[in-house]
């Protein structure tokens, strides 16, 4: 059986570094022995290890993607009961993810607690997973940042560093404070997307109680204008989850609803 002669394996070393192939320097010694071993033909050597590189390398680049997300944790479209909430269908939801490709966007509308930011974030990590670049981020952070940048004449550059994301999720947009609004950089983003890419908007309140976030009214319209012309609403006028889910669990403890009641009314 031949095997791979010292001299070789160690000019191999470097040389995969110097290809910045990590993936196949880890790989190479024991495939090579393995192919030695069972005369594989060269071609096949050589697939394997090519194989093995790419394959690592999609795998870096997803954990990468999902860092860089800053999703909440546990937040995913196998624990969001897509029952409580009747406007919005799965089979909606996974329809695809063709309107990235346009820069359409998601406005997700609701009062506290109906799932919201749970949806979004499941949204966000499915594309991530899909190959998507994503960011979520709380809309009043993102403000703060986008200020400071144009308090240092970089807005613009801010923005444009965020075209990297396929995706913007701005949950709350509807918390961004009066005077958060005054420097009007959200309007700056949102124009800056508009038809080239996606923002996904939480908020409680839909566009009626908008003129707070925006300096003007007409800033308001032109905001609103924009986001709606590619894309699609979700009314979530549900029940909250959690007070829904709470109750539940009192009512579950063992006593009879009929009970609970009548020692309520005593
Ligand atoms: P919102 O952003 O609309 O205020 P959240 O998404 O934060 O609401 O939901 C509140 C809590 O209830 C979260 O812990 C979330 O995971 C959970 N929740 C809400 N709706 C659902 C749902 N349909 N299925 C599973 N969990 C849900
Ligand atoms: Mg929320």
Request: aromatic share 8%; hydrophobic share 45%.
């Amino acid at each position: 059986m031949r095997t791979t002669d010292p001299g070789d394996a160690a000019r191999i070393e470097l040389l995969l570094a110097e290809l910045r192939l990590p993936a196949v320097k880890q790989v190479w010694a024991s495939l090579a022995t393995q192919a030695d071993k069972e005369g594989w033909p060269a071609g096949r050597f050589l697939a394997a290890l090519a194989e093995h590189e790419i394959a690592e390398r999609a795998r870096r680049r997803l954990e990468r993607h999902l860092a860089e997300a800053r999703l909440p944790p546990g937040k995913t479209l196998d624990t969001f009961d897509f029952e409580v909430v009747p406007v919005v269908s799965k089979a909606q939801v996974m329809a695809g993810d063709a309107w990235l490709n346009n820069g359409a966007n998601l406005l997700l509308f609701g009062p506290p607690g109906g799932g919201k930011s749970h949806l979004a974030a499941a949204l966000g990590f499915a594309l991530v997973e899909n190959g998507w670049r994503v960011l979520f981020t709380r809309t009043t952070d993102l403000v703060q940042r986008l200020q400071i940048a144009r308090r240092e004449l970089a807005l613009e550059a801010a923005i444009a560093k965020l075209d990297k994301y396929h995706l913007l999720i701005l949950d709350d947009l509807a918390y961004v404070t009066k005077d958060q609004a005054e420097t009007s950089v959200l309007f700056e983003l949102i124009s800056a997307r508009y038809e080239r890419k996606s923002l996904l908007i939480t908020a409680n309140q839909p566009f009626g109680e908008w003129g707070k976030i925006f300096p003007d009214q007409a800033m308001t319209v032109a905001v609103v204008d924009r986001l709606v012309h590619h894309a699609t609403i979700f009314e979530m006028n549900v029940e909250s989850y959690r007070r829904r889910t709470a109750l539940e669990r009192k009512r579950g403890r063992g006593r009879p609803p009929i009970h609970a009641t009548i020692t309520a009314n005593a």
